[in-house]
């Protein structure tokens, strides 16, 4: 199996580093990464100038890794067309530093990089885990859902879309499936206003993290400290086929 892993947060990323080191367990892996950190960066795309793509020496033994000055979608893009021999059989997008689950999906730039594989015709996996927790999670347990996600079925116009709660591994509930995005983002905005004397303001933006979610949701899976695995459907490949 040849295996593309990206991210939204960066070529010397932790999560990264410990997917495509599971990756590696699988098959073949290729590390095709932002430069730079781009979370939020959703589906966004360099259409003018030039990305710098640059080989790199990356911390998993047998895995080939290039970085690229560019977006998370731009990666997949450039390593499906440039620097692959063939295509990747999967993507696998993240781990992300962050859950991604209800309404921030929208912005995620880890599922942005997934929904870039899907408009190439490659299945793939975003993971996400919650900031600031021990990782333990994840770490236990993320080769067993892969390998169980990859003898699933799942629609041509839909992502595997997995969230790890940052708990202690006595502390984790279990996983809950065919979870469903909750309509409100995880973290709510939050803005600090500072006057200037100009009379213009700065807003300083930060997030409060939700405390409640809506049943059978992805947010509510984690919040009760479950491990979250859903499906997020592409709506113009859905609506392409339902046509």
């Known amino acids: ?51 710098h793509v640059k080989e790199e020496n990356f911390p998993v033994p047998g895995v080939k890794a290039y970085s690229v000055d560019g977006t998370p979608a731009d990666c997949v893009k450039v390593g499906i067309k440039y620097l692959l021999p063939q295509k990747p059989d999967i993507v ?44 333990a999670a994840a770490d236990t347990h993320l080769l067993p859902v892969v390998r169980k996600l990859l003898s699933m079925e799942i629609g041509k116009d839909e992502i595997w879309n997995v969230n790890f709660p940052g708990c202690p591994p006595e502390e984790l509930q279990g996983i809950r499936e065919n979870r ?41 899976a984690v919040l009760e400290r479950y491990i979250s695995i859903g499906k997020i459907r592409n709506e113009v490949l859905g609506s392409r086929s339902d046509g």
């Open 180 to 220: 469903i995005p909750d309509r409100i983002p995880f973290f709510m905005d939050d803005y600090r206003v500072e006057e200037r004397e100009d009379k213009s303001f700065c807003l300083f933006v930060s997030g409060k993290a939700a405390q409640t979610a809506g049943k059978g949701t992805d947010m509510e």
């Open 1 to 51: 199996m040849r295996i593309m892993v990206v991210n939204d947060d960066g070529i010397e990323s932790d999560g990264i580093r410990r997917l495509a080191g599971m990756a590696a367990e699988l098959g073949e892996v290729w590390v095709v990464a932002p430069r730079h950190q781009c979370s939020a960066m959703s589906h966004c795309i360099t259409v003018r100038g030039s990305l």
């Open 92 to 135: 696998f997008s993240g781990i992300n530093c962050g859950y991604n689950v209800g309404a921030d999906i929208l912005y995620s730039g880890t599922v942005g990089a997934a929904m870039e594989a899907l408009l190439n015709g490659i299945p793939a996996i975003a993971f996400s885990e919650e900031r600031g927790g021990s990782g």
